[in-house]
């Protein structure tokens, strides 16, 4: 058994590493619970530990998100004024989170269960981590995206709700193989995540119970926003270096270990 301290450092330590950086959080948190007989029952405390991460994504991207933010208000007035690039993005948030959220409703039953299973965790991070290698073959085109790749987006990022797949993996991925430019892809894997995210903290806040212990609950909501900061940096630092693929090696490694440490 582990100390709640230890417990709280350990999951916001991988909660703001594996959030951001195409490993899976999910899987991650999963193996670690079964493994370490740490349980997350305290719902609070995933809120909070999320809250961190959504928090690091904000301050990250404060200025894009305010660009957008205004480029929504002058849309439906002064429409030609408002970029292609811009309408374009703005268009491809709502497709992503129209088809992400019809997702998470529709299979909320099954995906509940996946999370119950270490099985599950490391298949999704046997197919995560063959997924970020094939982006070794994936040619940049800098055009403005159609309509068909963030309805793609939009099912790899539904996908990634089960455990083991990584959230920004699969989108950051995709988008490669599509053609995006690495740094063009990462932004928006990153601003498609606010409302997927945010939706899961409503949903999760009305569950919440009582927790007795504030201040691990601030350590946890440190700790996973700075750390969620840093991710971001090194991951975008990766993708212009083009060492994005190593991930994959990571994610099969993790899956291979996690099979052998549960088989014997």
């Known amino acids: 058994m582990t100390t709640p301290l230890f417990s709280t450092l350990l999951l916001a330590l991988v909660q703001g590493v594996a959030e951001f950086l195409p490993i899976s959080s999910s899987g991650h948190l999963t193996i670690l619970q079964h493994l ?6 305290n719902l609070l ?10 928090l690091s994504v904000l301050l990250f991207f404060r200025k894009r ?4 933010f205004l480029s929504l208000l002058r849309l439906p007035f002064r429409y030609k004024e408002v970029k292609p690039e811009e309408r374009s993005t703005l268009l491809g948030l709502v497709v992503v989170t129209a088809i992400t959220g ?8 099954a995906i509940e269960q996946a999370f119950s299973s270490p099985a599950v965790s490391l298949g999704g991070l046997f197919f995560t981590g063959t997924l970020l290698l094939t982006t070794r073959f994936a040619r940049e085109r800098d055009r403005i995206p159609p309509l068909a790749h963030y309805i793609l ?9 089960l455990p083991g797949i990584s959230r920004s993996g699969s989108t950051i991925a995709v988008a490669l193989l599509l053609g995006w430019l690495g740094a063009k892809a990462a932004e928006f894997s990153f601003l498609a995540s606010l409302p997927a995210v945010a939706g899961a903290l409503l949903l999760e806040i009305t569950k919440v119970q009582a927790f007795s212990n504030p201040s691990l609950l601030l350590l946890g909501f440190l700790v996973s ?9 090194l991951l975008l630092r990766v993708l212009r270096k083009g060492s994005f693929p190593l991930f994959g090696f990571y994610c099969l490694s993790v899956a291979l270990l996690g099979t052998l440490l549960f088989v014997f």
Not at 36 to 41: A, K, N, Q, S, Y
């Open 102 to 109: 019809a997702a998470g409703i529709l299979f909320k039953d």
């Open 65 to 68: 998100i305010w660009e957008l």
């Open 36 to 41: 370490l007989g740490i349980r997350e029952d």
């Open 45 to 54: 405390l995933t809120v909070v530990l999320h809250g961190g991460t959504l």
């Open 225 to 233: 926003f700075f750390v969620g900061l840093a991710s971001i940096a």
């Open 153 to 161: 987006l939009g099912v790899a990022q539904s996908v990634a709700i």
